[in-house]
Nanobody
Framework: VQLVESGGDLVQPGGSLRLSCAAS????????MRWYRQAPGKERELVAA????????NYADSVKGRFTISRDNAKNTVYLQMISLKPEDTAVYYC??????????WGQGTQVTVSS
């Protein structure tokens, strides 16, 4: 299993970014996918989740209405579109897979910094 995140950057407050997570090594369209984030000195937190077919999504209250998770099963990629970014969104963002056998996989993370 390999999860490779990209798209992180330095952006001003109010700006937008789209993160991508390219997945390989498993049957992508059979699994829900998640985005987590970890800010300095804080625990990793769940940001958004999407079902295997993309038909259902869930979000942390802190990002509802600003972030959108989506997936392209033909490209084995999951996305996180982020708008109206705030300084408190600054974190390393991780893609996550939880397999039915209980094993959990993480990407290497991509840094998002929101600052003027």
């Amino acid at each position: 299993v390999q999860l490779v995140e990209s798209g992180g950057d330095l952006v001003q407050p109010g700006g937008s970014l789209r993160l991508s997570c390219a997945a390989s090594g498993f049957t992508f369209n059979s699994y829900a996918m998640r985005w987590y984030r970890q800010a300095p000195g804080k625990e990793r937190e769940l940001v958004a989740a999407i079902t295997s077919d993309g038909g259902s999504t869930n979000y942390a209250d802190s990002v509802k209405g600003r972030f959108t998770i989506s997936r392209d099963n033909a490209k084995n990629t999951v996305y996180l579109q982020m708008i109206s970014l705030k300084p408190e969104d600054t974190a390393v963002y991780y893609c996550n897979l939880r397999r039915r056998n209980g094993l959990t996989y993480w990407g290497q993370g991509t840094q998002v910094t929101v600052s003027s």
